[in-house]
């Protein structure tokens, strides 16, 4: 008789990557990634409220492009100084209990948090865009349509597989809302007929394991971005303390960021701080913990963040020119501290100890100071913190967890 060689139908081929028993959570797990949802043709001011779907595994993140198409137009586009990130006007990832994971506008929650955060790439800073290879600026110029396209990140995983969400369960799932701008956001001198926008959503997630029981390390634990205003306001070239929000975590990032009564950010270039005074002070619970120039701490961003001294204008930045500090290009009105590079002075991504987090609690008083503050021709001006907090769900793993 002849033995059949074909194999059944229906039975499933062997799983061919299970490792041996023992071990961290990563050798264990595959990362992968999987489609959500594609939103077409929204109207500026429009709202994307689209429902997540379950994923077989931990969620990492979610990867969305953000394409503006059909625009047309015979006058001269001209753009905001945040476009095309201000196309969002809020951001808002939760968990499936309601508990806001990064909620911010457009320009900070798809470039500021990418560029300092270390949770998307590497040197996120250089190359010298890391917004995606399919990066296209807004058509500007006569006649042009004012499209656009770029890519970016929204992350939760903020160390090798730590800060990463449950999402096999289709009933406790995290919630992701985006609302658009107006056009104004965008544009100075809108095209003729504004674009419409197509949003893509892709999650980034880690399989479950095969054939052992292990989870992600400290399970539980996120790492949250939220978009706060200081207080008080700050007057042109005023002399005073500015409190930040109260917080209560791990701190990794520290942004400022200052804007003025228009909502502008204050810029930066040649005889201009950008609403920051010559010397900054830090303060925590009335410790200066920084006093320093802030040409000293430019500095301290580009050897932090290597590549930040190539951005350019599309990432809201300034072209280097005589006078500016050290000839760096800045992020208007942006400053950063690290609390990520325990490793190094480089902060080095996903590979991260933790040992260096600033602790805090809901009673520590976080400060800027200046004496005095820059001028500003719009004043007042606002400080907005962004920071990244690290809320454990036990204790705070610190070392290399995943080694």
């Known amino acids: 008789m002849t033995t059949p060689s074909g194999i059944a139908a229906g039975r499933p081929q062997p799983q061919t990557t299970v490792e041996q028993p023992g071990g961290p959570f990563i050798r264990h797990s595959i990362a992968g990634r999987r489609a959500m949802y594609v939103s077409s043709a929204t109207a500026f001011s429009g709202l994307i409220n689209n429902p997540l779907v379950a994923a077989p595994g931990y969620t990492r993140g ?8 059909s625009g047309s137009g015979v006058a001269t586009v001209a753009t905001t100084a945040d476009s095309p990130f201000a196309v969002y006007s809020l951001i808002q990832l939760k968990d499936s209990f309601g508990t806001p994971l990064i909620v911010a506008p457009g320009y900070e929650g798809t470039n500021l ?37 770029y890519s970016t990140y929204l992350p939760l995983e903020f160390a090798k597989a730590y800060g990463v969400i449950s999402s096999a369960n289709a009933s406790l799932l995290p919630t992701l809302q985006f609302n658009l701008g107006a056009a104004s956001a965008v544009y100075t001198t809108a095209p003729t007929t504004n674009p419409t926008i197509t949003t893509t959503v892709d999650q980034d997630f880690y399989w479950l394991p095969e054939g052992v029981s292990v989870e992600p390390p400290g399970l539980g634990t996120t790492c949250q971005w939220i ?16 409190q930040l929000p109260r917080l ?37 619970d009335g410790v200066p913990l920084v006093d320093s120039l802030l040409t000293t701490i ?60 600033l602790s805090t609690n809901p009673g520590t008083q976080l400060e800027f100071a200046c004496a005095p503050w820059g001028g500003v021709a719009s004043g007042p001006m606002t400080l907005n913190a962004l920071c990244g907090q690290v809320v454990p769900s036990g204790a705070l793993i610190q070392g290399l967890p995943e080694v």
């Open 248 to 284: 209560g975590g791990f701190l990794t990032t520290i942004i400022g960021e200052l804007r003025d009564s228009a909502g502008a950010r204050t810029t930066t270039g040649s005889g201009s701080n950008g609403g920051w005074g010559s010397r900054i002070r830090f303060l925590v």
């Open 113 to 149: 948090i990418q560029l300092f955060s270390g949770q998307y790439g590497l040197e996120e800073n250089s190359n010298p865009l890391n917004i995606g290879q399919t990066y296209s600026p807004v058509s500007t110029g006569a006649g042009s349509s004012g499209n656009f396209v």
């Open 227 to 242: 978009y706060q205003p200081a207080n008080p306001t700050i007057g042109s070239a005023g002399s005073l303390n500015v």
């Open 62 to 69: 979610f990867r969305v492009l953000t394409s503006a198409g």
């Open 298 to 357: 430019y500095e301290d961003m580009s050897i932090t963040w290597p590549g930040y001294g190539m951005q350019n204008n599309a990432l809201g930045g300034t072209a280097p020119t005589t006078g500016s500090a050290g000839g760096i290009v800045q992020v208007g009105g942006v400053i950063a501290f690290s609390y990520k590079n325990g490793l190094s002075q480089q902060q080095f991504g996903l590979l991260d100890t933790g040992e260096a987090y």
